[in-house]
T-cell receptor
Framework: DVKVTQSSRYLVKRTGEKVFLECVQD?????MFWYRQDPGLGLRLIYF???????EKGDIPEGYSVSREKKERFSLILESASTNQTSMYLC??????????????FGEGSRLTVL | RKEVEQDPGPFNVPEGATVAFNCTYS??????FFWYRQDCRKEPKLLMS???SGNEDGRFTAQLNRASQYISLLIRDSKLSDSATYLC???????????FGAGTTVTVRA
């Protein structure tokens, strides 16, 4: 079974703190993604990566950065957390099938509260 | 216009009923469509892909209507365990990423 592991299930941070969310997948998938999920808004793509050291902005990249130094690990960084970044963060991975992205496998999510 | 839109529901149905709901998408050239299921406080998991000719998986039927740019999910003989939020996902630009709808909540009551 594909396993996508997110380092923290619940975090509480203060405004202005730097926050790291880590994600590791064990299936050698090329693609990795960070989404945030908010009630009524669904899943919105923050960043994705299709290879080591490669990254592309998603729909809402402002206030976030990412790092992919190894194929299995994709990190989301909030340089200076703000209260509007309180959300559920979901990491996902998928195999590159050559034409369109395949099935996404999600981690269990990291619920971040910024006070 | 949002890339992917869903009726949020909730759809509240008795056991054994049939429930169906749609998802519209913005790009007529999109090629890949999926339904995901998300249980409360859990991550989304793939329920089924949606093929051009329509497809069934047990009590679940997915259809694609390209002319009107929507996909649908029908659940027959609803079970209590079908209670969940159903997320529509579309590869809008046929590239690396999926765009998701906000989800349709289904509650099956005894």
């Amino acid at each position: 079974d594909v396993k996508v592991t997110q380092s923290s299930r619940y975090l509480v941070k203060r405004t202005g703190e730097k926050v790291f969310l880590e994600c590791v997948q064990d299936m050698d998938h090329e693609n990795m993604f960070w989404y945030r999920q908010d009630p009524g808004l669904g899943l919105r793509l923050i960043y994705f990566s299709y290879d080591v050291k490669m990254k592309e902005k998603g729909d809402i990249p402002e206030g976030y950065s990412v790092s992919r130094e190894k194929k299995e690990r994709f990190s989301l960084i909030l340089e200076s957390a703000s209260t509007n970044q309180t959300s559920m963060y979901l990491c996902a991975s998928s195999l590159w099938t050559g034409e369109v992205t395949g099935e996404l496998f999600f981690g269990e999510g990291s619920r971040l509260t910024v006070l | 216009r949002k890339e992917v839109e869903q009726d949020p529901g909730p759809f509240n149905v008795p056991e054994g009923a049939t429930v169906a709901f749609n998802c519209t998408y913005s790009n007529s050239a999109s090629q890949s469509f999926f339904w995901y299921r998300q249980d409360c406080r859990k991550e989304p998991k793939l329920l089924m892909s949606v093929y051009s000719s329509g497809n069934e998986d047990g009590r679940f039927t997915a259809q694609l209507n390209r002319a009107s740019q929507y996909i649908s999910l029908l659940i027959r003989d609803s079970k209590l365990s079908d209670s969940a939020t159903y997320l529509c996902a579309v590869n809008i630009n046929n590239d690396y990423k999926l765009s998701f709808g906000a989800g349709t909540t289904v509650t099956v009551r005894a």
